[in-house]
């Protein structure tokens, strides 16, 4: 199966600051991934489709001005969360598809101050 | 639509007993069902899977099975461990996207 990275696994940040999360396919290229967000003991809901090359297609619901994603090659995408609130701190989690399969990166804690 | 209802939310079995976990979805067009096993802090991993153009799979001591008529698909775990104790969640694809249902918390008492 597809493998998939994330750093960092843990963040903590202070309100109003902005923090990079890297997501990497490491055995694959891929043109597409996608960005989760799971809040404690909830399901995951997704954020954006990353596309290479072109602009994230964000969830109903989800800023765009405020969760920037950069897929600017075909391993790496990025997440920004600008502006960090409290309300922000959650699970963040990449993933890649290889046919039907999702694989998922470990996940990057954030905590927000 | 888009959404994907679970039960129950949560579970609890003595170990050795039955475990299972079912989830219902509306659309017609979903042909992928995959299951999926969260321990706290951890990625989901994928446990099973299930395509539409089969009603049932088995892999050791987990199953699903795959109703499209009725649209619904469950998981079942016998033989429970505590080791299986975790959160399941069940997804479907939409599109080129997964929708997951809100999840299951499986206690497996010893």
């Known amino acids: 199966g597809a493998v998939v990275s994330q750093h960092p696994s843990w963040v903590i940040c202070k309100s109003g600051t902005s923090v990079k999360i890297e997501c990497r396919s490491l055995?694959?290229?891929?043109?597409?991934m996608f960005w989760y967000r799971q809040f404690p003991k909830q399901s995951l809901m997704l954020m954006a489709t990353s596309n290479e090359g072109s602009k994230a297609t964000y969830e109903q619901g989800v800023e765009k001005d405020k969760f920037l994603i950069n897929h600017a090659s075909l391993t790496l995408s990025t997440l920004t969360v600008t502006s960090a609130h409290p309300e922000d701190s959650s699970f963040y989690i990449c993933s890649r598809r290889v046919r039907d399969e999702q694989f998922f990166g470990p996940g990057t804690r954030l905590t927000v101050l | 639509g888009e959404n994907v209802e679970q039960h129950p939310s949560t579970l609890s079995v003595q170990e050795g007993d039955s475990a299972v976990i079912k989830c219902t979805y509306s659309d017609s067009a979903s042909n992928y069902f995959p299951w999926y096993k969260q321990e706290l802090g951890k990625r989901p991993q994928l446990i099973i899977d299930i395509r539409s153009n089969v009603g049932e799979k088995k892999d050791q001591r987990i199953a699903v099975t795959l109703n499209k008529t009725a649209k619904h698909f469950s998981l079942h775990i016998t033989e429970t461990q505590p080791e299986d104790s975790a959160v399941y969640f069940c997804a479907k694809e939409y599109g080129n996207k997964l929708v997951f249902g809100a999840g299951t918390i499986l206690r497996v008492k010893s």
């Open positions: 055995d694959f290229q891929a043109t597409t």
